[in-house]
């Protein structure tokens, strides 16, 4: 049975990546949060973003359908991070693709930071605390 994304769900989604926007010091970034998928099939990620670096504007949207996971506010907390931390990590994206990298190995290198950071953060109790 497949597992969706409530109302509920999405308002504790929203105010932890708003949490994170200011953890993060995003604070000179526009940042829109949804609820549903607009780039990935529903079903196959539980969550997405789309960053302009040079405008510092974006979204960060929560899966509506997360298939097999099961949905818990330490695991919605985590989606929240792991899609702010995108914008943290946005200029080094930017210059990369400026170099001779291919776009597959800066997206690799890219989400290698930010599981080493969702890593510390699990470690330390920080997913799943009360929006």
Known sequence: MPYKTTKANFAYFKARAEYWQQELGLYDWH???FHGLETFPEGTSL???????QSHSGYVALAKDWGKDEITQA?????????????????????AEERCSSTFDIEEEGHALIRRMENLMRRRGEFGVPA
Request: aromatic share 20%; hydrophobic share 55%.
């Open 31 to 33: 940042i829109g949060v």
């Open 47 to 53: 969550g997405e973003y789309s960053a302009n670096w």
């Open 75 to 95: 695991m919605l907390d985590e989606v929240a991070f792991h899609e702010m931390f995108h914008f943290a990590n946005s200029r080094m994206i930017f210059l």
